[in-house]
């Protein structure tokens, strides 16, 4: 039986990015039970690719009970259902083994990673108090907007936490004049890497850039289909799996984009842990892990990752997988 239900996760801050703004994770969970066995998955559906809470139930409930893991890659799209359903059939198929999912997908082990923690955009004040609050964390992922003010937020956010590792987010909101402009002075403040800083679909611009601050593809990157239209705009891909649909795509892409030359991020859309430990798998060998959903949470799941300082823990079985 596949069992999918809404559910909402109140975060301990508001979370601001150019798109708007929100105070709680708005998910779907799936539970796929069989011969006595339960396995879970979450997905986040996201409005930017066109997703709802009711169109992602009503793909999963148009799945047949009955349906594989092989079969569910072509019955769905990527995206936020099949990930749910992806994940929860590799819970499931854990726990029916009595074998931890990493060893189902033949890899190593999982052992903790660094992961990013976000700052949501505001006034370059509130952002620098931010900033300092957690300026303990090694990196730090600061949203931008594409407005005047993204400069001085950036300068405000390097004020506040002297030490950290600095990452940006543009959500699609600069130009190509913004770039060259932004780029040398980000550069300059110790920022390593902006995501997606140009629409997906309008990133040609890329081609004829100098890069000098590196470039991550996020919209623009979804699954293997997505990486020949990348070449020679982007250095890195930002692996999601509401974006991929699912680990068992993630863990493909993530060997093709290394295969043709891309580094890696691995990153969330805002969930719970449930969310973020499949996503733990795919992470070990990235260059950049962003999988702090849990921790911009007021309460999450039972029990729920673990983070000791900046570190991701590999997930308990009675979390996942």
Known sequence: MIKAYEESFRLAEVFTISRGSRTEAKIVTVEMHRDGAVGRGECVPYARYGETIESVLAQIRSLPQDIDQAALQDALPSGAARNAVDCAMWDLRAKQAGRPAWELAGIEEPQPVTT????????????????????????????????????????AVRAGAPDARIIVDANEGWTAEQYRELAPQLVALGVELVEQPFP?????????????????????????????????KYDMVNIKLDKTGGLTEALALHDAAR???????????????????????????????????????????????????????????????
Do not use: Y
């Not at 509130?126 to 964390?137: D, L, P, V, Y």
């Open 116 to 155: 990013a923690f976000t700052l949501s955009i505001a006034e370059p004040s509130a952002m620098q108090a931010s900033a300092a609050k957690n300026a303990h964390r090694p990196l730090l992922k600061t949203k931008l907007g594409g407005g005047p003010d993204d400069l001085a937020r950036i300068r």
């Open 200 to 232: 997906a679909g309008e990133d040609d611009a890329l081609l004829h850039l100098d890069r000098l601050l590196p470039v991550c593809a996020d919209e623009s990157c979804h699954d293997r289909t997505s990486l020949a239209g990348l070449h020679g």
């Open 259 to 321: 295969a043709a030359g891309f580094r890696v991020m691995v990153g969330c859309m805002v969930g719970s842990s449930l969310a973020m430990a499949p996503a733990v798998l795919v992470a070990q060998n990235a260059e950049i892990v962003d999988l702090d959903g849990p921790l911009l949470l007021a309460e999450d799941r039972n029990p729920p990752l673990e983070f000791i300082g900046a570190e991701v823990q590999s997930p308990r079985p009675e979390l996942w997988g």
